[in-house]
């Protein structure tokens, strides 16, 4: 017995504690300084060594089995507080969070990168030339002189006070890189080109890409115009994802190539728009050729001895049939809308 | 270039279709834009007559009428036409035909209550008011005898001289003169096997000496070869309906007679042609130069001032102005319905000075199309002739005697062409035979036939043959591209990486939040004002020929257009604005700088309730700078920020650059109020100008690695009271140079300003991390590098340690 009551009784007493405060209570009472525990073992002190021994063994015991009781209801009514504290911490996990906004890449700039990727696993690299050229290198080096007719059907913006012009394609930047490294060259010039036309299909600044490869006549990079083909047939294949998308190849005029030819890819044009792929209707994507021999000449390259392609593709016109873009003017517009609308994602480059 | 099918037939006797004739035209590089087959929306349309009529039972306006259309059979027809009568011959239209005006494909009926088996017709909805006038609310009432159900397009054509005919336009490349004209594209389809090219007719003319005239060529560079022929008495109305018709199918308006005639021997043979007015010209006439500032009156009613370059042509005094050489007609001197008495001008002008006249005065006409692109010398005298016969045919009067001055151009060239130059080039081999084949097709001659090589003479109408590359072109285009077998380019490894700096930049741009612009490189003058720029300065940038005044100006700045952007963003409500944009822009000198350049403008995110007081700040844009620059390979170690050089359009106290040495790699700060109230731009706006050229290419660097200490990181805190100009990178500095061994960062992580401090002043606390490789730090170690901060701290700052 202690303080009246049995140990059975005591170890119920803490089972029943409802709280940390009243199982401490207990606790002193027992164990504390003055707790029936601490009292009765002190006066063990008094009993002979037989008695002393035997009754210290069961008090122990009974210690023992107090604390552990203890302990245990402790961690029980620790739980159940955690428990509580727990359940009113609930939070709402349906509000929003803040957004990750990743910003947009421009289709035209996706376009230009697929297609210098493209190319670069022919050995193509990139070439850059300013947006203010000279006569001499968009219109003379390329094989047309002044006085030239196709030279009326470029519409190009002149500078007032410097004797610059806007190029009117990226064709110079291939004079410029012949000029600077020779041959043999495979070089893709993506930029900006300038053309004083206004209206709903046609914009005063656009994109172009130009293509360029010369090699040697008779080695074993010799290319031709089935490689100029093969090469392009590949690409537009490639650019739309579409395996057996039609190509076609017709003779046309460029002062800087010869022979000449656009390239045409099938569509089917519908009320709905445009399809690419096998359809009724051709679309016209590209130029190309046989890079003229006057250009070489201009460029200090000797056409006996060097020959290879040149292509020019505009970017907006890709651009507006891989990605459903519908209206060439809000390409340069930057409404916030539209870049988020038809913008391409930097990890994923998708739209 | 347009032409008719039944106008080619003139030239080439052939059984092929419109669509035979398209492919191959589009095949031989002619690109087709357009083919109209008028005749064709009038399928199904026949005469037709009422044999019998009564009135509608339920509809007063209305009538049943029994319709003759050819058939053994008769049909009850629903009419509403007012004009209706028993013997009344009109155009029917059966179940099944497409109604021209409305489009819509005519149906069996029932009109209230009755059976309809058809339809009869008004001009209207044939889309034939012009031809067939009718009454209002009447249907078309013809006098004919052609038999019932004779097709409409029949009717058309002998009735009204109306002839249906299928309308090819083609673009033709600035390379083939000789293909400006039905001739030219005969000869092409020729060659290409579609038809047999007709010769052209040999002309004698009935003439006689009607007047003295003398032509003097004094310019015989611009004007080789000159003739006139005069016809006296002629009667100068209509031409005839034919010609009409023909003109009229290829896009050129009838005037008189001899215009048209004029005209239509220019379409069909190429030989551009003028008729003055004979009496309206002095009896010796010059083909020569004219005194600079002279004003030309043209036929287009515009008035031209001369440079003295062009070739005129004008009395032997110069004080009359006739034409602008085989460009355009003076009004002075042009024929008129009422003029009697012509001279019919053809004449060879040299290519180079029709394009140089053509482009300075801006003059576009057919004449100046063909000249500029070349003419065949040998249809000079021809085109004459055939002129002279038509307007003698059809306007009578005398033919004169032609006066021809200068020399006829020989324009034919042999080349040599090295047969192994076609697969060299073209990657097909052709034989001999195939290639001389071509050549012939096309009308060259082979002059020497020899194992290895051809010389091969062009013929006169073609500008465009000058070597042999030339005619290996001619060989493919001929041969079809087809042909060709398509070879696919070998795989090159890359021994460089491909990640391309602009590539680069847009993934990181992206990733904090960027969208990417691209805007003009041009823009307003205005803008440019408002950009507090002076455009007097930037003059260099001023664009001679400006589709607008909104685009007159080269961008001095990008920050100019990607602004004009933001107007318009915030104009439509979308305020909460990041955009980066890399291009160009170009210095007062017009030299180009290619800038990478980014704006952000209202709040981080759109009302949001985590956030509070969002909007962007400058430490956001100074963020987004530090973070590009770490991702082309500069670190902040490695450029210095300067709060006194940057552009004017920049916060005074809010933007700096940041230079490497005396070079400038980038602008940052907020936008100038000024700037933004001129632009109406309501918020602020901050941004940042990066010099991409400026920007030093990354070397790949070798892998490395860095340890990291074992040893307990140490943390001290420090606070200065300091003059308030001073600026935090002179106290970073002070303390990281203290010693670059131990002190691993300092942060700051207080400024402050306010009542608890003198005026001018500002305190600046900071927290240094201590660690070292080898050991743990000694407590002494620790005291001592707190002294030398303090010290070095004090000695850059003239400030002191506040007592904490």
Known sequence: MMNGLSVEAWQQKIQDAASLEDLDLIRVELLGKNGAITAQLKALSQLDENEKKEKGRILNEIKGSLISSIQSRKEQLE?????????????????????????????????????????????????????????????????????????????????????????????????????????????????????????????????????????????????????????????????????????????????????????????????????????????????CGMVHPNVLRHCGIDPERYQGFAFGIGMERLAMLKYAIPDLRAMFENDVRWIKNVGLSAITGLQ | MRFTLDWLKDHLDTQASAEEISLALTSLGFEVEEVINTGAQYKGFVLGEIIDLKPHPEADKLNLCLVNYGQAEMLWVVCGGRNVRKGLKTIFASVGCVIPESQTV?????????????????????????????????????????????????????????????????????????????????????????????????????????????????DTTGCPYYTARPLKGIENAQSPQWMQNRLKAVGLNSKSLAVDVANYVMWDVGQPLHCFDMEQLSSSIVVGKTIPGTKFQALNDKEYELSGKEVVITSQDRSELYALGGIMGGASSASTPNTKNILIESAYFSRNAIAQTGQRLNIISDSRMRFERGVDPELVEYAQKKAAQLIHKYGGGTIGLAVTQGNKPLNELTITLPIEKVAQVTGQSYSKETIKDILQKLHCKIMKDEKDFLDVRTPSFRHDLGESIDLVEEILRLAGFDDVPALYLPTVIQSKSLVLQDQLIRKAMCQKGFHEAISFSFTSENVVKNFLFDPQVLNALEIKNPISADLSMMRPSVLCTLLQGVQRNIARKQSNLSFFEIGPQFNMKAEQENMLTALRTGRRQDKHWLLKDDKFNIYDIKQDLAFLLSSLGLSDQSYQLNQDDKPAYYH?????????????????????????????????????????????????????????????????????????????????????????????????????????????????????????????????????????????????????????
């Open chain 1, 79 to 287: 739980l159940a507080i955690l428990t509580k504290q727990l359940e009113s911490e609930k939070m709402d996990l349906s509000l929003p969070e803040i957004p990750y906004q990743g910003g947009k890449i421009h289709p035209i700039s996706q376009v230009i990168q697929d297609i210098t990727t493209y190319f670069a696993q022919f050995g193509f690299t990139v070439a850059t030339g300013p947006d203010l050229e000279d006569d001499e290198y968009n219109f003379t080096a390329l094989n047309i002189p002044e006085n030239h007719p196709a030279r009326n059907m470029h519409d190009t913006f002149y500078m007032a006070n410097v004797e610059k012009l806007l190029r009117t394609h990226t064709s110079p930047v291939q004079i410029r890189t012949m000029l600077q490294k020779g041959a043999p060259i495979r070089i893709l010039a993506p930029g900006r080109v300038y053309r004083s036309d206004d209206d709903a299909t046609h914009s005063p600044m656009f994109h172009q890409i130009e293509g360029l490869m010369i090699e040697e006549i008779g080695s074993p990079d010799h290319i031709h115009f089935g490689h100029l083909k093969g090469c392009l047939v590949n690409f537009c294949r490639s650019f739309f994802a579409t395996e057996d998308l039609p190509v076609r190849f017709r003779p046309s005029y460029f002062p800087f190539t010869e022979p000449s030819a656009e390239v045409d890819i099938g569509c089917e044009r519908t009320a709905k728009g445009i399809t690419i792929g096998k359809g009724a209707s051709w679309m016209e994507i590209l130029g």
């Open chain 2, 106 to 218: 005519l149906k069996k009926g029932v009109i209230r209550g009755v059976e309809s088996a058809g339809m009869l017709c008004s001009s209207t909805e044939l889309l034939l008011t012009e031809v067939i006038p009718t009454t209002e609310h009447g249907i078309i009432d013809l006098e004919t005898t052609l038999p019932h159900g004779t097709a409409l397009m029949e009717v058309l054509a002998k009735e009204f001289n109306l002839i249906q005919d299928t309308v090819i336009e083609i673009s033709v490349t600035p390379n083939r003169g000789d293909a400006m004209s039905v001739r030219g594209i005969a000869r092409e389809l020729a060659a290409k096997g579609l038809g047999t090219f007709k010769p052209l007719e040999d002309i004698t003319l009935d003439e006689k000496e009607i007047c003295s005239l003398d032509i003097i060529i004094e």
């Open chain 2, 652 to 804: 005074p106290g809010r933007s700096a650059s940041l230079k490497q040495g005396p070079k400038t790699l980038a602008y940052f700060g907020e936008l100038h109020p000024l700037v933004l109230k001129n632009l109406d731009i309501g918020q602020d706006v901050i941004a940042f100008e990066v010099f991409l050229d400026r920007i030093p290419g990354q070397k790949i660097k070798k892998a490395e690695f860095t340890p990291l200490s074992p040893f307990p990181l140490v943390k001290r805190d420090f606070s200065f009271i300091l003059d308030e100009k001073v600026e935090a990178q002179t106290l970073l500095k002070a303390v990281l140079k203290v010693d670059k061994n131990l002190i691993q960062s300092v942060q700051i992580f207080d400024v402050y300003k306010g009542p608890n401090l003198p005026e001018g002043q500002k305190s600046i606390t900071f927290e240094v991390s201590l660690q070292s490789m080898t050991e743990t730090l000694k407590e002494e170690t620790i005291q001592e590098i707190s002294q030398k901060i303090i010290s070095s701290v004090e000695n850059a700052t003239k400030g002191t340690l506040r007592q904490i």
